[in-house]
């Protein structure tokens, strides 16, 4: 069956979520990254979408932690147990054969942080990890043909971080990748409403404020929603309704941060390669993709046509699928296998 036998598995494993794909399946499953723990003990007492739904309502004694932070494993030990657990609920309890994996990482990680990868996916029970680029593999996930002489642009505005690339001949010719995302997009929010209304909220209340009145240009309708809080002068509960006009004031630093990074890979691209953007566009995957009005905002800016893939949050875990299935089209450049320290070459 050659390199990659059925019970293969992809993951995208993200900051805020966790996507695994196995050959012959399809993407199977789709759970928040976060770990619920007990403080003393280290006990895991939920994973998942039920230990996200407990950030900032827990006891004293346990504690809900994400153990991605910015796109690379902060909790080493957290993640093992993480991948560990989804692996598993995928593959079963009783595996015959473990299982290859491939996984997606940003572009610009360092050693060590593939290293960590690594090790965190072959303790959690692979039998061989290789790695693969967000940005290559959300291409391959949006449908763009990466093998032939032509370039092409994808920006992956992810949980932790924002990949940008450009590929041509099945890899990247230039890549860059940015801590601005979906985080700082609810850290800019919270900032703005702390600063604007005085109100004091949780991430996930600027995480549905995102969701559902985020906006990065103008909207033909305004859309608002009833924002609850914390007043900071009288200390109170406090509801504010908020229009998704604001939203375009309170995103305008971390989306100014993403284009600047889009900027820097155009002034290295070659004339060549910069016609070809220009003629195919420049297509946006992850779930930043979803903000309203953001193919257009980067339209405007960067001066080049921007077009949203057609199932934006799943491009990265697809493109690790493709892969899986079609090992010998993406053995060129687009794999890397840490244990040999080179990249697979068909």
């Known amino acids: 069956m050659g390199l990659f036998e059925f019970n293969d598995v992809g993951i995208d494993l993200g900051t805020s979520s966790v996507q695994v794909y196995v050959k012959g399946k399809g993407i199977v499953l789709r759970e928040p990254s976060v770990v619920a723990v007990e403080r003393l003990t280290g006990e895991i007492r939920a994973i998942g979408e039920e230990a996200r739904r407990m950030i900032g309502r827990t006891p004293g004694n346990i504690i809900a932690i994400r153990p991605m932070k910015d796109g690379v494993i902060s909790n080493f030990d957290i993640t ?55 940005p290559i593999a959300a291409a391959i996930g949006a449908g763009i043909d990466i093998s032939q002489p032509r ?14 690339a450009i ?48 906006a990065a240009s103008p909207k033909k309708e305004q ?71 953001i193919d257009k905002f980067i339209a405007e800016h960067s001066k080049v046509p921007c077009y949203i893939a057609e199932d934006p949050i799943s491009c990265v875990a697809i493109g690790t699928g493709k892969v899986l299935e079609n090992l010998e089209l993406y053995s060129n450049g687009a794999i890397y296998d840490y244990v040999r320290g080179e990249y697979i070459d068909g």
């Open 223 to 293: 859309s608002f929603l009833d924002v609850k809080g914390r007043n900071l002068i009288s200390g109170l509960p406090q509801s504010v309704v908020v229009g998704s006009s604001e939203m375009i004031e309170a995103l305008e630093e971390p989306l100014q941060g993403i284009l600047e990074c889009l900027r820097g890979l155009f002034e290295r691209t070659p004339p060549e390669l910069a016609s070809d953007i220009v003629e195919n566009g420049l297509c946006l995957t992850g779930g930043g993709a979803l903000l309203s009005g």
């Open 151 to 164: 370039g092409n642009m994808v920006l992956d505005i992810g949980g932790g971080t924002t990949d940008v």
């Open 80 to 134: 093992e147990r993480l991948l560990h657990h989804f692996m598993r609920k995928v593959v079963g309890k009783h595996i015959f054969f473990k299982p290859r994996v491939v996984v997606c990482v940003p572009s610009g990680v360092t050693e060590v942080e593939k290293r960590s990868v690594i090790d965190a996916t072959d303790e959690a029970g692979a039998r061989h990890t290789y790695l693969i680029e967000e």
């Open 167 to 214: 590929l041509s001949l099945g890899g990247a010719v230039l890549s860059s990748s940015i801590k601005i995302a979906g985080d700082k997009f609810d850290d800019a929010i919270v900032r703005y409403m702390r600063k604007k209304h005085n109100l004091l909220i949780g991430t996930r209340m600027a995480e549905e404020m995102k969701f559902v009145i985020g």
